[in-house]
């Protein structure tokens, strides 16, 4: 039977982009196919914070940071505790992952227009020095404009691949199994999904109206882990760990219910001798959560910090919501919010 195209890669989240884009560049025919419409690609790398993991670079050196390969593989090999002859792929997936995000990582990101937020944050934080688990030096670089600052040049780059004939997006095409012959994956097949002009992020229609079958000499499948099925979860936890937690929260929620906006830069002191809002840095997050209580008109909204009296006081002399907003003004930092 003819082949559809190279590459199939299933998901036009960011792995699948990048998988789709590489290939794309590299001379050969692929088709994207992806469950959900359109005005959804990216997946979840649109919502993230575009925090990424970098080895030794220009941002870390100009703040002092020092940081190796060595380092970092260190690190990484005390939080794995890889022990055991199924690690084996995983301990070379780490090795290789640690070399590139140590070398060509953000080089081939900045060429493709992508630019980081000069300050290095923690992520994963973890021991508090290299015997231990998690990083032992900063190294969660933010993307320009977070999850849209990542996404952006690979979906450019997926769009040039589109319009030059080489890159096909089949949306609202859900992949149910891989085809096999003679033990060899080259193809998949699925049902086609009414279409569904739902937000990005909400949960959209799973009418099906058709299937489908494609064929490529290799498939690609990056459709983004379990995470989001609990019962799959559940499923596949692992017996060391006991019984599953009853309550699980998953990355992306069909809907917003609630919003928690971190005060900052709102002078408490300017507003008691003036009765008016003042700020002093970061009038952005005033801005925001009113634009937020805008958008998302069923979420309720809690602003938390020291300064929050400020903002209540600056939202009722806007005429904001009131009743929708929740002023906590205890928390001191990010950690006893
Ligand atoms: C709020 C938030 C913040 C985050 N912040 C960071 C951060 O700062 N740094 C970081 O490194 N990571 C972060 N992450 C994690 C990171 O965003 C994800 O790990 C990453 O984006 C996953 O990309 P993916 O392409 O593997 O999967 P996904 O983005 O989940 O994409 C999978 C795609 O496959 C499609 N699909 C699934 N099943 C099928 C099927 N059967 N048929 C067809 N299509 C299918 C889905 O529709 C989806 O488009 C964050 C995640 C969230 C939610």
Do not use: C
């Amino acid at each position: 039977m003819a082949e559809d195209a190279d590459v199939i890669v299933v998901g036009g989240g960011l792995a699948g982009l990048v998988a789709a884009t590489e290939i794309a560049d590299a001379g050969k025919r692929v088709i994207v196919v992806d469950q959900e419409g359109e005005q959804s690609l990216g997946g979840q790398a649109f919502w993230s914070f575009g925090g990424l993991f970098l080895v030794d670079s220009p941002e870390q050196r100009r703040l002092g940071i020092r940081d190796s390969y060595d380092l970092a593989l260190q690190d990484w090999m005390g939080s794995a505790g890889f022990d055991r002859d199924e690690d084996l792929w995983p301990k070379r997936w780490a090795e290789a992952y640690v070399a590139f995000a140590a070398g060509e990582k953000r080089g081939w990101l900045r060429a493709m227009g992508h630019r980081i937020f000069p300050v290095v944050g923690w992520a994963e934080r973890g021991g508090y020095d290299a015997m231990s688990h998690g990083n032992s030096v900063p190294r969660f670089h933010v993307s320009w404009g977070t999850g849209p600052g990542i996404v952006e040049p690979f979906e450019r780059r997926a769009r040039q691949a589109q319009a030059s004939g080489r890159l096909t997006f089949k949306f609202r095409h859900r992949v149910d199994a891989l085809s096999i012959t003679n033990g060899i994956v080259d193809g998949v097949s699925g049902a086609i999904l009414a279409p569904d002009h739902v937000e990005r992020g909400k949960s959209s229609s799973r009418k099906v109206v058709g299937d489908f079958a494609l064929r490529a000499q290799a498939v690609i499948v990056a459709s983004g882990g379990i995470g989001g099925n609990h019962d799959l979860v559940r499923q596949n936890w692992p017996k060391r760990l006991g019984a599953a937690p009853k309550s699980m929260i998953s990355g992306v929620p069909d809907h917003v219910d609630g919003i928690l906006v971190l005060s900052g830069g709102e002078s408490p002191d300017l507003f008691a001798l003036r009765g008016t809002a003042a700020t002093i840095s970061s009038e952005g997050r005033l801005v925001e959560a009113l634009d937020l209580a805008r958008r998302f008109p069923q979420a309720r909204i809690v602003f938390s910090g020291v300064e929050a009296d400020v903002a209540r006081a600056a939202f009722a002399q806007m005429g904001a919501p009131m009743d929708r907003f929740t002023f906590e003004n205890r928390a001191r930092n990010s950690s006893s919010r």
